[in-house]
């Protein structure tokens, strides 16, 4: 089935309105314009190597709102000021990872955070997450596309875990409840440990999956990785995912 770009009723259309316009408002209200220069080399170089890998495959030219989305998440977390050079090799990587990588048709990894790490680790990078603790904004509208794709176990696994591991942590540490939410990435939460083709299908494997990212996440915060501990977690558990789907019925 071909995937073509601005069904303005496609969940996908809908995202990349929401991180565009929440783009410019960043932007405009950090009064920093290499954010967004830097998000739209990262959607060219995306959608271009996307469209090219398609063409090679299928012999036909699509423009994907997929690849749109990994260049605009690729925008986000990486640090703006680190070169233009590393967020074409984030896409190039996020692109390799989605039709090479594979298992069963589909891909392994979440493309944009297999390419972002792989950077990271690779190529000496940074991350800046833009945005992520606006809470008031990623909350609501990452509720609302859980709830479309059908991904709110996702969360609700996450939110149990992290809330439980951090909070007794702010309890044995004697630090106020209320800061554990400032632990949170809300961007990672909300728009990437949610993206529906490597997440389990099947309810308990979502809650396992949500669960397992947030563990991973306060176990390597705590072993004091060097490495961005969010996007790890959320690989690893990626590669779960086929053993994850056996957990319950679909």
């Not at 090799?89 to 298992?103: C, E």
């Not at 059908?150 to 696994?157: A, F, H, L, N, P």
């Not at 939460?189 to 308990?204: G, H, L, Q, R, W």
Request: hydrophobic fraction near 55%; charge should be positive; proline fraction near 3%.
């Amino acid at each position: 089935m071909h995937e073509r770009m601005l069904k303005i009723n496609s969940v996908k259309t809908q995202l990349i309105i929401f991180l565009v316009t929440f783009a410019v408002f960043l932007s405009v209200k950090e009064g920093d314009f290499t954010f967004a220069v830097a998000t739209i080399i990262a959607v060219i170089s995306a959608s271009t190597l996307d469209a090219i890998a398609l063409y090679l495959k299928k012999k036909g030219f699509q423009l994907t709102e997929s690849s749109v989305i990994t260049g605009l998440i690729i925008g986000y977390v990486l640090a703006s000021d680190g070169g233009q050079a590393a967020f074409v090799l984030a896409a190039l990587l996020a692109v390799f990872s989605k039709h090479v990588i594979r298992y069963r048709n589909t891909h392994i990894f979440n493309p944009a955070a297999f390419g972002i790490f792989l950077t990271l680790i690779l190529f000496n990078a940074s991350t800046q997450w833009r945005g992520t603790y606006s809470w008031y904004i990623l909350a609501p509208f990452g509720l609302y596309f859980a709830h479309k794709i059908r991904k709110i176990e996702v969360i609700i696994g996450y939110a149990v875990v992290a809330l439980g591991l951090f909070g007794a942590q702010a309890v044995i540490q004697k630090v106020p409840l209320v800061s554990i939410f400032g632990y949170l990435s809300y961007f990672f939460i909300f728009v990437m440990v949610i993206e529906p083709k490597t997440t389990p299908v099947s309810t308990a494997g979502k809650l396992v999956f949500g669960a397992g990212v947030a563990f991973l996440i306060f176990v390597l915060t705590e072993l004091g990785a060097r490495f961005d501990v969010e996007l790890c977690s959320l690989l690893v558990m990626n590669a779960a995912v086929p053993a994850l789907n056996h957990l319950s019925p679909k």
